[in-house]
């Protein structure tokens, strides 16, 4: 929204000339002066308004004509080799590209079958991905994505997220997949490669799992209940289940731990859904591209970028509890995103469909 400047009355300098006292003329002058004043600032606080409304610029389109369909399933950036990987579900496949450049390196199959959730272990140079195919999870080498180690979880893992301080690669398995009424998040030590705990939620699928690291927490949307369950990481097990009309097949998460707010994406229709991370109270609701299936909350800028099968949302961030849309871009159905500060680009993909003759990786410029 446009800055708003504000002059309080009294003190100061008197920019109207209006003082006691003075004239005619003096009191015309001094009326220019705050027009002119006013002039200004509405100028200053429309052209701010019509950059920050337009964040996203696309500069390059890699085409992955290998990639025949099926759908994208989330990223991982090594910054230290210049690396960025995403997974395509059924096309079975690892792609990688050059993170600055955006140029398509290569096109890894047979390693995974069907692969979901991708992390990266920065200080040994190995990528984890949750395999529904196989019911594990897969440590690879990071460069030339051999496998190192096999991680037996319960079938169907999909959701994760990787907790560096703890060591822990967060899963979320079971459920449907294995015809019961509960999944599990999985406690996987990327030390031990294994197993070292599971915690029971429950619902029968599980989506997005996000951590709040400072308060020892995680929180995983039940998709089957319209619910979101918080996890008490000290005590391992569900603390607490937010539970809202608003909330409505819900996918896409992400936190803003500054100011205590989770964002949800709902589905059929597409809504954002803003909670207070703390009591899961509603605090605002936006519309939202429909199908979101990833979220980057970027404290620095105040924006949340939120990809679905309609597009990219990009929203802004006027307060905790007041949200705008800064602007909407055609990603040709591409569901799955990244944003990367350190390069500043946003990186989305999309598959071959009729929307698109080929997959593509869209690398955006962020302003």
Not at 74 to 94: C, G, P
Request: hydrophobic residues 40%; aromatic residues 6%; contains cysteine.
């Amino acid at each position: 929204m446009p800055t708003v400047f504000a002059m309080q009355a009294g003190g100061g300098d008197d920019l109207s000339g209006a003082r006691s006292g003075s004239s005619e003329k003096g009191k015309g002058v001094g009326m220019k002066r705050v027009c002119a004043f006013a002039a200004s600032l509405f100028l200053m606080a429309s052209s701010l308004y019509a950059a920050d409304t337009t964040p996203l610029k696309l500069e390059k389109a890699t085409p992955m004509p290998a990639v025949t369909g099926g759908d994208f399933d989330h990223f991982a950036v090594d910054r230290k080799n210049n690396r960025l990987y995403v997974v395509s579900e059924d096309y079975a496949s690892i792609e990688v590209f050059d993170a600055r450049t955006g140029e398509h390196l290569q096109s890894v199959l047979g390693v995974v079958k069907s692969p979901r959730k991708i992390a990266l272990l920065e200080d040994k140079g190995e990528l984890m991905v949750n395999d529904a195919g196989t019911a594990s999870c897969k440590f690879l080498d990071a460069k030339d994505l051999h496998v190192i180690a096999s991680v037996p979880l319960e079938p169907g893992p999909d959701a994760g997220v990787y907790d560096p301080a703890a060591r822990i690669f967060y899963v979320g398995n079971g459920g449907k997949a294995a015809h019961a009424e509960s999944a599990y998040v999985s406690l996987i030590s990327v030390d031990k490669r294994a197993v070292v705990g599971r915690i029971e939620v429950p619902a029968t699928t599980l989506k997005t799992v996000v951590l709040d690291a400072k308060n020892d927490r995680l929180y995983v949307t039940m998709r089957d209940k319209n619910q979101i369950a918080v996890i008490d990481l000290k005590q391992r097990k569900v603390e607490r289940v937010f539970s809202n009309p608003e909330l409505h097949v819900d996918s896409a998460m992400a936190l803003d731990a500054a100011h205590h707010r989770l964002f949800v994406g709902d589905r059929k229709p597409g809504k954002l859904v803003v909670l207070n991370s703390d009591d899961g109270s509603v605090v605002a609701t936006l519309p939202l591209g429909d199908t979101s299936d990833d979220m980057t909350y970027d404290g620095a800028d105040g924006r949340l970028y939120s990809s679905s099968a309609e597009g990219v949302d990009v929203i802004g961030q006027d307060s905790p509890n007041m949200y705008h849309e800064l602007q909407h871009v055609d990603t040709k159905g591409g569901k799955v995103s990244i944003y990367v500060p350190w390069l500043k680009r946003y990186f989305v993909a999309h598959t071959k469909d009729e929307r698109s003759p080929v997959a593509e990786l869209l690398i955006y410029d962020v302003r």
